[in-house]
């Protein structure tokens, strides 16, 4: 059975007040909060562990070598990857992203190649391709989302032509919440010679992942959403991909070999971890990965099911507030204005008086903001450890931003 009271003990975070009310952390799709056991790891591994990886050849080397090296693996479980070598190991999903963007489609993509994108992709997901589109005349296609924020596979699928080149698509949108069915575009797109990447920071928290089932080339993860540290994450890469990818950035560990005249690469996924990485970052996101396991990612997507519908209903009954997106089967991720005039700052504003913690702004989902027809929106996303109650305690906090800015 679910005990998301036993889990919130183990958040040391949550039992603090803010503005002398109690914490409801609702700010997840930025940012989650850490589990004890990882801070402790993290901790354990700056007191009583650290040393540089790989070559050290004493004790603590050894050690810390082996802690960051099985996190390979636990990632690898945690996506259902069939090889932890198809695992690359970097600072979170913008990198991964850009990896495979000067990496693999750099070298390969000519003017007129076309990449297709939703219209509610992350600016780390659009902004890698801008890149190509200005330096080497790619086209960017868009396909945009549903009245009711839903993404049609079929209208990606659409989209297509013998000029398409990639898709890149979130699995979950993280405004609107919307799970998009990533599977359905990867297999028919790869039917046609086109590679999928999937923007995961926000999919692979609420809901259990199968990279092999999905088929894609590529899928990127972050760690700080997934109740890991900032600076850690990771990018599976099909094996035939990794082997088209060139290096994206050169320094040591990514060589076997290097003299005046030549450089000899290291194997994949060696080949593609330039410099010292983010060891003790890394070694966290494998404990937060094993956290998030032995809790089940089913029950966790359960758990988060039941909040988005309490939710749903909490908001029905609330006419003056405008709900952006509610396509079946989204994630716990609400975004939300006012009627009115009200900026999405202010009612930011006023609900971390009474405590709670929501993101204002635009959400790094510029062309989104734009179809939408609005420059703000207030979010509210949920974890695994959020309440009933404390969707109460919003909903009072949203019914006083009205009152006050009405």
């Known amino acids: 059975m679910y005990d998301v009271h036993k889990i919130r003990a183990d958040f040391p975070i949550l039992s603090r007040e803010v503005n002398g009310k109690p914490l409801v952390y609702l700010d997840n799709g930025a940012s989650a909060q850490k589990p004890k056991v990882v801070i402790d790891a993290i901790s354990r ?10 070559r050290g050849l004493h004790y603590l080397s050894n050690l810390a070598t ?26 979170g999903t913008t990198e991964g992203i850009n990896m495979v963007a000067y990496g693999w489609a750099m070298p390969r993509f000519e003017a007129g190649d076309e990449i297709i994108l939703s219209v509610m992709e992350h600016h780390a997901n659009i902004v890698p391709w801008h890149f190509l589109r200005e330096r080497q005349g790619v086209v960017l296609k868009w396909v945009d989302v549903a009245a009711d924020g839903s993404l049609d596979p079929q209208a990606v699928i659409d989209a297509i032509t013998p000029k398409t080149k990639l898709i890149a698509i979130t699995q979950c949108s993280n405004v609107l919440g919307t799970m998009v069915d990533v599977k359905a575009i990867t297999h028919e797109a790869q039917s046609r010679g086109v590679a999928v990447l999937v923007d995961g920071s926000q999919g692979a928290v609420h809901a259990p992942v199968d ?10 993860i972050t760690g700080h959403k997934l109740y ?8 599976y890469v099909k094996k035939e991909r990794m082997a088209e990818m060139r290096p994206f950035i050169g320094g040591g560990d990514m060589i076997k070999e290097v003299s005046k005249d030549t450089v000899i690469y ?17 070694i966290g ?3 937060a990965l094993d956290y998030m396991m032995d809790v089940g990612m089913e029950n966790i997507a359960a758990h988060e099911t039941m909040l988005r519908d309490y939710a749903r209903e909490k908001f029905a009954g609330m006419n003056w507030l ?30 971390d008086k009474r405590g709670v913690a929501v993101r204002a702004g635009h959400h790094c989902a510029g062309p989104l903001m734009e179809h939408l027809g609005v420059s703000a929106t207030c979010r509210a996303s949920f974890g695994m450890y959020n309440t009933t109650e404390e969707i109460d305690v919003l909903v009072d906090a949203l019914e006083l931003a009205h009152e006050l800015l009405a």
């Open 45 to 54: 591994a700056y007191g009583d562990e650290y040393a540089n990886v790989h």
């Open 66 to 91: 082996e802690k960051y090296e099985n996190v390979r693996g636990t990632i690898a479980r945690f996506l259902g990857a069939a090889d932890e070598n198809e695992i690359i190991l970097n600072s």
């Open 211 to 220: 990279v092999t089932e999905i088929g894609c080339d590529f899928y990127a």
């Open 228 to 235: 890991g540290p900032s600076g850690s994450g990771a990018i």
């Open 266 to 282: 290291n194997d994949p996924p060696m080949k593609f971890e330039a410099g010292t990485p983010g060891i003790v970052q890394t």
């Open 285 to 287: 996101l494998g404990v």
């Open 322 to 351: 405008n709900i952006q997106g509610d396509a079946p089967g989204k994630a716990a991720i609400f975004s939300m204005t006012l009627a009115g005039a009200a900026h999405a700052h202010d009612i930011s504003t006023i609900l």
